[in-house]
């Protein structure tokens, strides 16, 4: 029960149907919303927010491996599951439950058609990224071995922005869009099939929703951990302060002894460290936490499972309220300090954290 921990990770569903709402509203009516619940829906719970996701009724999930699909079909998941990069050995289980499958090179499509099961397949393409995908140039290629296989039902062409977010790179972005199009009208041309498109995911439906085509897919700003002030961070992480001590002019705190104070502190010890998802470089001054109203600096190395707060300037006990991040500490914010991603942050909090949907 979450009254038995100490720290946990809070999640509002209501912050989710509201985000959910923002992107719909640039979207047409009929455009398919696919939910990226990959990485254990980076990192909030992966069953539990697809089945919030699936309550406020979008049409697929979009997973990383078939593990993942798995698991979200035995915990109840009844919707459509794609399976971004399923690899040849695990063909037995996506058959079995349901999955349908992202395909990006021949070797899987053919060992797919192999095995003359009706299967669902969504065909990626490469625009510029140079990750997983076709090139233009397979597409001939591609028809023909779809001949041969006439249980592999294409549903989707897709492809993957790869800077969506940066301004600065919008001529790229343009660049992989016109690529893109070029593959779905060739495909269109060849394939007998009634196939949606998908290219755009969280910043590219906020900065080019004329190019959402009839579907998009959606991850980190469902959780609205991007910066945008008309979607709302939906998690926070809080602990509490485990004790508190007054140290010396000239004494040390943590491993390394990298600091030093300079005069008679108070500090308090948090049950929060780097194996729980607290990054290293937050450590000797970078990060704060909130305790009492006041942003306290983290002071000294961050060790494994602890980390230390300079508390002098408060009157917080132990076992007074820690926040992390939350309504007061964004995860982007975070983020630049340190000059990382929310993704990377997010996704690293491990999962002995107790988590509760509210």
């Given amino acids: ?10 999640v509002k569903e209501k912050s989710i149907t509201k985000n959910l709402e923002f992107f719909k509203k640039k979207l047409d009516k009929k455009t398919k919303v696919i939910a990226v619940v990959k990485a254990y829906a980076y990192g909030l719970g992966d069953i539990n927010i697809s089945k919030i996701l699936e309550f406020l009724k979008v049409d697929a999930f979009w997973v990383a491996d078939f593990e993942e699909g798995i698991s979200l079909r035995k915990n109840g998941i009844k919707s459509v599951i794609i399976v971004a990069n399923p690899g040849v050995k695990s063909t037995s289980e996506i058959i079995k439950y349901n999955l349908e499958v992202t395909i990006y090179n021949l070797r899987i499509l053919k060992k797919l058609g192999n095995l003359k099961k009706p299967l669902n397949i969504h065909l990626k393409f490469n625009t510029g990224m140079n990750r997983f995908g076709f090139s233009f140039s397979d597409i001939d290629l591609i028809i023909q071995t779809l001949e041969e296989f ?88 809080k602990t509490i302060i485990t004790q508190v001590r007054n ?112």
């Fill in 1 to 10: 029960m979450s009254n038995l921990h100490e720290t946990i990770l809070y």
């Fill in 150 to 237: 006439p249980l592999l039902n294409v549903v989707s062409i897709c492809s993957h922005l790869a800077s969506s977010d940066k301004e600065n790179n919008d001529d790229f972005s343009i660049l992989q869009f016109d690529k893109f199009s070029k593959i779905c009208k060739k495909i269109d041309a060849k394939l007998d099939a009634s196939t949606y498109k998908h290219i755009l995911n969280t910043n590219g439906i906020i900065r080019f929703a004329d190019q959402q085509y009839n579907a998009v897919r959606i991850g980190i700003g469902l959780f609205g951990i991007i910066d945008n002030q008309e979607i709302k961070q939906v998690c926070k992480l």
């Fill in 247 to 358: 140290i010396s002019r000239n004494e040390f705190v943590g491993y390394g002894l990298k600091f030093k104070a300079n005069k008679n502190l108070r500090i308090g010890i948090v049950p929060f460290g780097y194996a729980d998802g607290l990054d290293r470089r937050l450590g000797n001054g970078v990060g704060n936490l909130y305790v009492n109203n006041t942003f306290c600096e983290i002071i000294g190395e961050i060790s494994m499972d602890s980390c230390a707060i300079n508390l002098t300037n408060t009157n917080a006990e132990e076992g007074e309220d820690v926040e992390i991040f939350g309504e007061n500490i964004l995860i982007t914010t975070i983020c630049r300090k340190i000059e990382t991603t929310p993704y990377e942050f997010i996704s690293k909090i491990n999962r002995r954290i107790k988590r509760v949907y509210i």
